[in-house]
């Protein structure tokens, strides 16, 4: 497992961009599969998008494909969410997450078992 620190939330306008990161620690960063989920009050946690360990292959929910951006950077052990034209119902708590990777370079779902502590997004109207 490794340990993860979101940072970059905050509050934005409706049609803004902002960039979440995720700083990982251990060694074994560049064998895991690293992804974001978010939750809305009173909503259960969503999948938003994950990327394969290699960064090859990427997934997203449906409700952010076009917006949202996930990439990696194995040198830095970081994972970034881009996200553009901002609406606000997408205002919510992003966590990152990982899972063990290796098996395959194409991501078709994703199943976490570490966790960070969550940044909020707000976006107002």
Do not use: H
Not at 43 to 61: N, P
């Amino acid at each position: 497992q490794v340990e993860l620190v979101e940072s970059g939330g905050g509050l934005v306008q409706a049609g803004d961009s902002l960039r979440l990161s995720c700083a990982a620690s251990g060694r074994r960063f560049s064998t895991y599969n690293m992804g974001w989920f978010r939750q809305a009050p009173g909503k259960e946690r969503e999948f938003v998008a994950a990327i394969s360990w290699t960064g090859s292959s990427t997934l997203y929910a449906d409700s952010v494909k076009g917006r949202f951006a996930i990439s990696r950077d194995n040198a830095k052990n970081t994972v970034y969410l881009q996200m553009n034209s901002l609406k606000p119902e997408d205002t919510a708590v992003y966590y990152c997450a990982s899972e063990p990777g290796l098996l395959t370079v194409v991501i078709q779902s994703f199943t976490p078992n570490s966790w960070g502590q969550g940044t909020q997004v707000s976006v107002s109207s």
